[in-house]
């Protein structure tokens, strides 16, 4: 399926859609504030075990990361010293992703690595999407082969290439190419292990 959304205002009937694909355990390619990602219902470990196998991740030696709608439930899947959450309200919705332990309520395939990346992008797409479901969405970039050009741009040549290992991808316009800055917070101080787009506010 391929649909087109707005970012400025999401047609609801096409969003519905969406949703019900995640319900169902499919797999979804979406645009964000950065690049084109795929993800699924985080909370859903055969969807997520299945984007693993797709992206040829090892769950237990890579860091997963999820959207979140906003930071009011983050602390159900992640644990967050004030420090730190003033630190992401100061930068979030916005390109970063957070890393931090996570919580008892992640499924235990997140729980191998015991870290877990928030995200919060600032793309009014994916937030509905994830506002609409009501779980985190995960969340990891559509990689190109191509080593010219790292992160697929046009929502047309994904749809080519990943047609047959997705169930929804969705046109938002053309994607980034710069994925986002990674922030590990699980040390004593906040530390800057990937710089990508956006400048951190401290």
Do not use: W
Not at 86 to 100: A, E, V, Y
Not at 136 to 150: A, G, Q, Y
Not at 160 to 186: H, P, Q, R
């Amino acid at each position: 399926m391929f649909i087109k959304l707005y970012e400025d205002n999401p047609n609801q009937k096409e969003v519905d859609k969406v949703i019900q694909v995640l319900r169902d355990g499919g797999l979804i390619i979406y645009p964000t504030d950065t690049v084109y990602a795929i993800g699924c219902d985080a909370l859903n470990v055969r969807a997520v075990e299945e984007i693993c196998r797709i992206k040829d991740i090892n769950p237990a030696k890579s860091n997963l990361s999820i959207i979140c709608y906003d930071l009011s439930n983050i602390s159900e899947y992640a644990r967050v010293d004030n420090a730190t959450f003033k630190l992401m309200k100061k930068n979030l919705p916005g390109p970063f992703t957070f890393i931090l332990n996570t919580t008892s309520s992640l499924p235990k395939i997140y729980k191998n690595k015991k870290t877990v990346g928030i995200r919060v992008p600032d793309n009014n797409i994916i937030r509905t999407l994830v506002h609409e479901l009501g779980n985190p969405i995960l969340t990891t970039s559509v990689k190109d082969d191509d080593e010219v050009v790292e992160y697929t741009t046009d929502p047309e040549l994904i749809y080519e290439k990943y047609s047959d290992k997705v169930d929804v991808i969705i046109d938002g316009g053309y994607g980034g190419v710069e994925a986002s800055t990674v922030v590990d917070c699980t040390g004593d101080e906040p530390e800057i292990i990937r710089q990508g787009k956006g400048e951190l506010i401290f």
